[in-house]
């Protein structure tokens, strides 16, 4: 549903969700080959994405998340001096946007966008019903026609799983906090779309855990056509007040 949303805005939070998850995929590539150009290009889309959203900084604690498991617990510390290497450089390409930040912070009580969130907004955010349901019954359909042994061995590493839970609930959970406790009134869920990456990335391993490689591929789709032609959907469509903010 939110991809839907995205798409067809003139904003640029698609390609901002496109850098996100460029930069996870790099993080990830670098941490597997430990090789210095997935480390330049973790580097650039980082940066691209911050400056393509503030907010979508929000991210980087999915990547600490990602580094504790993989060198703290996993232990494997090959070459991490380049990441202090790494990280310095997107400060440095994201330093000019500090004045900006600081502005808009001491600005925030007249930075109100939104009315303040509900608790069952965070929830329905997270994992909303149409998701659910659209998934819970292409499911149902590929049990009943399309069951197929799981392939083994194909289990996601601890660090890999870690950064997809954190980048799925972190964000969004932070800015409802802030948006329920303080003056800021930021829970916008396009504000924190990147987390789709990370519950999109579980439910695809989910599918493929639960189904199998080919009958995984089919329990997506139809679950995307259960999703998108859900009737409730389309009498909820149109243009609200957020798409005016």
């Known amino acids: 549903p939110m991809a839907l949303q995205l798409g067809y805005q003139?904003?640029?939070y698609s390609l901002a969700i496109a850098a996100a998850a460029a930069s996870c995929w790099t993080l990830f590539c670098w941490a597997a080959?430990?090789?210095r150009r997935w480390l330049v290009w973790y580097v650039l889309s980082s940066a691209f994405t911050v400056y393509l959203h503030y907010l979508?900084?929000?991210?980087?604690?999915?990547?600490?998340v990602f580094l504790f498991f993989e060198m703290a617990i996993c232990r494997r510390t090959t070459r991490w001096h380049e990441l202090v290497l790494a990280y310095t450089a997107i400060a440095a390409l994201v330093a000019p946007l500090v004045p900006i930040l600081m502005h808009m912070a001491r600005e925030s009580r007249s930075l109100?966008?939104?009315l303040k969130p509900a608790i069952q907004e965070l929830p329905d955010f997270l994992l909303p019903s149409t998701v659910g349901a659209g998934l819970v019954l292409a499911g149902l359909l590929v049990h009943w026609r399309l069951q197929e042994s799981p392939r083994a061995g194909q289990s996601l590493s601890l660090?890999?799983?870690a950064m997809l839970v954190t980048l799925w609930i972190a964000g969004p959970v932070i800015v409802f906090v802030l948006s329920y406790t303080t003056p800021l009134r930021i829970f916008i869920p396009r504000y924190f779309s990147y987390s789709e990456i990370g519950l999109t990335m579980l439910l695809a391993y989910a599918g493929y855990s639960m189904f199998g490689s080919r009958a995984g591929r089919v329990w997506a789709l139809l679950g995307m056509a259960a999703i998108t032609a859900n009737p409730l959907r389309l009498v909820a469509s149109g243009v609200g007040i957020d798409e005016l903010r």
Do not use: S
């Not at 979508?56 to 600490?64: D, E, I, P, Q, R």
């Open 159 to 161: 660090p890999l799983l």
């Open 56 to 64: 979508f900084g929000l991210m980087f604690l999915a990547h600490a």
């Open 112 to 114: 109100i966008f939104a």
């Open 10 to 12: 003139a904003r640029p």
């Open 33 to 35: 080959t430990r090789d």
